[in-house]
Structures are given as C-alpha cells and as structure tokens.
Nanobody
C-alpha cells in the first residue's frame, strides 16, 4: 500500500506562484510514474502533469505547459509541482497519483491508469 499526502495549496492572486508537494509513504515509489491531476467544481478530474520513475521524462497538459514544472526527489519519496503565473482557471483541488502497475513505460495521462491517490489540496486563484 502507498499513502499519498498533498500539501502546499492555498489562496493566491493571479500571477502568483505556488509549490505543491506530494509525500509518499508505506512503500518506496522510485520505480513508479507519478502524476498530478486537478478537479474543479462540477468538472471531471483532468490530467496536469506526469513524471517517470527516474524523473527523466515529464509530460504536461497543454493548459499548463510553460507555467508548471513537475519534479521528484526519490531520496525523499516526494513529488512536486511548481506552479507559476497562476490563472483563475487553475482553481481546483489538486491530486497526486501513483501508477504502481506499469513500471518502465511512458507515464499515462488517464485517471484510470493510476491506482493510488491522495486526498487533494485546494488551490484557489483570485483575479
């Protein structure tokens, strides 16, 4: 079992930055792809960014490309999401996820591929 805890969310103004963290426990996740998803009220959970187990490959949704950066520190079993130039449309609950079933392949962008999830952290961007 893997437990994931997100932190770093908050209320910011448009143009500000936030750094989210996702701490994993229960099992080392260094071999697994990890990802960030977000869900706004009344909407589906959407892919934001993903990173391979080694951290060498990263993928982003078009909506955040150039503004968000995903990274991981395998020594700390932790993943991060640096969010710059935040916009009101970035407002959502942000979830981290682990794919423990597909080792060594390109990280997936679909919700169904990830089998462990955190409870989320709220990010609110005011205009």
């Amino acid at each position: 079992q893997v437990q994931l805890v997100e932190s770093g969310g908050g209320l910011v103004q448009a143009g500000d930055s936030l750094r989210l963290s996702c701490a994993a426990s229960g099992r080392t996740v260094t071999s697994y792809a990890m990802a960030w998803f977000r869900q706004a009220p009344g909407k589906e959970r959407d892919f934001v960014a993903a990173i391979s187990g080694s951290g060498g490959d990263t993928y982003y949704a078009n909506a955040v490309k150039g503004r968000f950066t995903i990274s991981r520190d395998n020594a700390k079993n932790t993943m991060y999401l640096q969010m710059n130039s935040l916009k009101p449309e970035d407002t959502a609950v942000y979830y981290c996820a682990v794919d423990s079933l597909s080792v060594g392949v390109k990280p997936a962008v679909g919700v169904a591929a990830y089998d462990y999830w955190g409870k989320g952290t709220q990010v609110t961007v005011s205009s």
